[in-house]
């Protein structure tokens, strides 16, 4: 940075052309850090049946890995991941998925989240649907 200055490049150009991309970067990983442990918190100090705790622990397995393919040139550039390990993460990731699937209605059961907000009427017929404004809200859902 102190390169680009010297070169008399502005602050805005310097933030907004030359270094923009770190600064995303950085600012995702730092998100999904912060998910990352307040998600295991969240397992260890408020889940108390051990069946909710398994399934919750295999969608945070599931985004912990979705992070690591997603990085994976960095993380094998670095280093940090072993390349036996990077090989593994696919297979992983397409068990847990396939073992969430098995276990959804449990999920959306304790989310509670409301059955018409399962399924969207944009996905029926989508040219109907956007004749009029509905601003974000989802109205007469149907399974």
Not at 101 to 110: C, F, G, P, Q, Y
């Amino acid at each position: 940075m102190a390169n680009l200055k010297a070169a008399g490049k502005s602050n805005y150009d310097i933030l907004m052309k030359y270094t923009s991309d770190e600064t995303q970067d950085l600012a995702t990983a730092y998100g999904e850090r912060v998910a990352m442990r307040q998600s295991l918190e969240a397992i260890d100090k408020q889940l108390k049946e051990p069946r909710n705790k398994d399934v919750i622990s295999k969608h945070i397995k599931i985004f912990a890995i979705e992070i690591l393919l997603d990085n994976l040139s960095f993380f094998l550039f670095e280093e940090a991941i072993a390349i036996d390990t990077a090989k593994q993460l696919s297979e992983s990731y397409r068990e847990l998925i396939r073992q969430a699937a098995s276990e959804i209605n449990l999920v959306i059961d304790n989310f509670n989240v409301p059955v018409h907000a399962l399924y969207t009427p944009i996905a029926g017929d989508y040219v109907k649907y956007n004749e009029i404004p509905y601003f974000g809200e989802v109205l007469n859902a149907k399974m």
